[in-house]
């Protein structure tokens, strides 16, 4: 699927210019083309050492733009006319290789034709054999499934030259350390590693002491650019905790929030919660199969869901953009977690313009964990009372947005232009009641203005698209 969640790039035009590394002239060519003017600060700290062929532990945050740093290095050790697996990329989640994928194939466009394949779990065996038949340059995807493809022998792996371990830290956190560590015994000793993660959990210094060599380490502050996000806490007792967030939600009224909660159960008595009181609320968590995961987040990101809740852990890593606020249910009893968190709003702004919220809400038991945040970032927190939190006019908070759901996706040659043109050209409606809309394998997201949502149906059921007659659904 493409991504649904793409942030603007990361205020990187000021940093050094990636003229200064040795690519060659084609790469520098399409990182022009791409936009890509400056390096941002973890591509500068990362790339020299990388591309001197160290192994590396590159640790920043979420949005730094640290596929760039890795997907460059293996690239520069790639050689396109030699037909096998060089580099393989583990990845957490299939998400996240995709992005990972469609980011390397953007960076591999200054070579002719480099192969990247996806191998994740979930998907149907038989198409990632065939393509494994075909071969490939580059391999991308979650330890368990590349672990498989081993076992069974259909991937190779004599030919490799880079391992990157990309958002290790999640990899470990879900468990896969005795998959990671069992692939990275199948790759030849002579090799180049990189190992790339948002935070630095223990683990991650005993994975690299196993598995690379002499690396060198860059890490990047955490701390986000204070002037962007504006930080609220709110104490409360237990039993406020969950209603607090309707309070929130009704006073600001931001169009999108992610709230972080420290446990599952939280995850879902907040959503049960707030959808009680009439907000269009979503969880994202690990028991979502694939095709529903996909949905929520198409619908979160094209605004037709106002919050999305979620633990650290199925949040980690997912790009995206245009958030209003961040709500801390719990506190992080790890400051860089807060961080973390607090980090996902106020970045949509070019200059600052555009600041985020980020609210905490703290009971007494978790004035420590408060204090060793403020401590962290060197800041003072700020307090509000509950009781000011009043319902701002305008009636309850709805999202923008809602989606249409058309069955039919790039299986049947669909492209956003084609859901366009029939939307705006045949039907009538105006571009701008309609939103983002992201093309999967078989189905297609559109989102459109609220109000024209029925209309919208009623003509997608009479009319063609690309000269077809489809079947759609709100959503
Ligand atoms: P991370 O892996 O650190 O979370 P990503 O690699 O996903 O971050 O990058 C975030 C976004 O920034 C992507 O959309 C990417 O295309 C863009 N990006 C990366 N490097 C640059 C750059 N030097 N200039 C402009 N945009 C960039
Ligand atoms: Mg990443």
Redesign the pocket.
Known sequence: MNSPL?????K??S?PS?SELPLSPATLEN?AR???????P??AASLPLALAGHDLIAQ??????????FALALLANLNPRRFAVQALVLCPTRELAE?VTQ?LR?LARAEDHIKVLTLCGGATMRPQLASLEHGAHIVVGTPGRLLDHLERGSLKLDALNTLVL??ADRMLDMGFHDDIAAVARQCPAQRQTLL?S?TYPEGIAKLSAAFLRQPKEVKLAERPAATQIRQRFYEVREDERLHAVGLLLAHYRPVSTLAFCNTKQQCRDLVAVLRAQGFAAEELHGDLDQRERDQVLVRFANRSVSVLVASDIAAR?L?IAQLEAVVNVDISPDPATHTHRIGRTGRMGEGGSADGWAFSLASLDEMGRVGAIEQALAFASEWQPLASLVPAAGGPLLPPMQTVQIVGGRKEKIRPGDVLGALTKDMGFAGAQIGKINVNEFSTYVAVAREIAPAVLKKLASGKVKGKTVKARLL
């Open positions: 793409t942030s603007p790039p990361p990187g035009a940093g990636f990182l791409l936009g890509y003017d400056a390096m941002t973890i591509q920043a945050r979420t949005g730094s733009g640290k596929t760039a740093a992005q980011e953007r990309d958002e790339f948002a890593g790009d």
